[in-house]
């Protein structure tokens, strides 16, 4: 039997998701040289005060933080070369802890400008305190996607009792485009609180 969904436009978040392949929702810009993480990095080197980093990594990683934070300040004042490759010594320390904390891998810095065109509107959005853009850009990529799959499904419906191998194709798209559809009906519904599971953690 058919399962039913309904799908709603804050299901457009779910569908950019999809739609640009970066789930799951590490989303991979706390490790460009342009993410938070390592905006609040700079801050902190800047103004030799750790303490805006320290909501990025877990409690229990704090001391290690605050000690890759000392030995950073202690070698970044032996020069310009000294200072750039303690940066990225702190920088990466950081990053690899923080992603440890959601338990996803660290597979290094990304060079800036590899921010997910979702997630870097997703930023804007909390900059400037309106969320109106993000969701009409949202749902223009959600309807792309579903869209896209449907049609597969239809095309391949009309053959579908030709011939096995067509009859295939069409439930091949079939299942692709209800799971789709169903990944996005459980996310929606899904608690936020349950994003990072039983403890909410950064991302």
């Known amino acids: 039997m058919k399962k039913r969904f309904i799908l709603t436009p804050i299901s457009a978040i779910i569908g950019l998701c999809f739609n640009f392949a970066v789930c799951p929702w590490a989303f991979a810009h706390c490790d460009t040289l342009d993410g938070p993480v390592i ?23 704090e001391n290690e933080i605050r000690e890759a934070f000392r030995k950073t300040l202690v070698v970044r004042s032996k020069g310009a070369e000294a200072q750039e490759l303690a940066d990225m010594y702190f920088f990466e320390t950081l990053v690899r802890i923080h992603r440890e904390g ?65 009859g295939r194709e069409y439930v ?4 692709t485009f ?14 936020p609180s349950h994003e990072h599971g039983e403890t909410a953690r950064p991302h």
């Not at 902190?44 to 980093?53: F, I, R, W, Y």
């Not at 209800?178 to 009906?185: A, D, F, S």
């Open 178 to 191: 209800i799971h789709y559809v169903e990944r996005l009906q459980s996310d929606i519904t899904r608690a």
């Open 102 to 166: 959601e338990g996803a891998p660290y597979t290094g810095l990304k060079p800036a400008g590899e921010i997910e065109p979702g997630i870097a509107a997703a930023d804007k959005a909390i900059e400037t305190g309106s969320v109106d853009e993000l969701l009409r850009n949202l749902n223009a990529a959600l309807g792309a996607g579903v869209r896209e799959h449907f049609a597969e499904v239809m095309e391949t419906k009309k053959h579908a009792d030709h011939n096995v191998e067509a």
């Open 39 to 61: 905006m609040d990095a700079r801050l902190a080197l800047e103004k030799s005060d750790v303490t805006p980093v320290l909501k990025w990594v877990m409690a229990d990683k």
């Open 172 to 175: 091949a798209a079939y299942v």
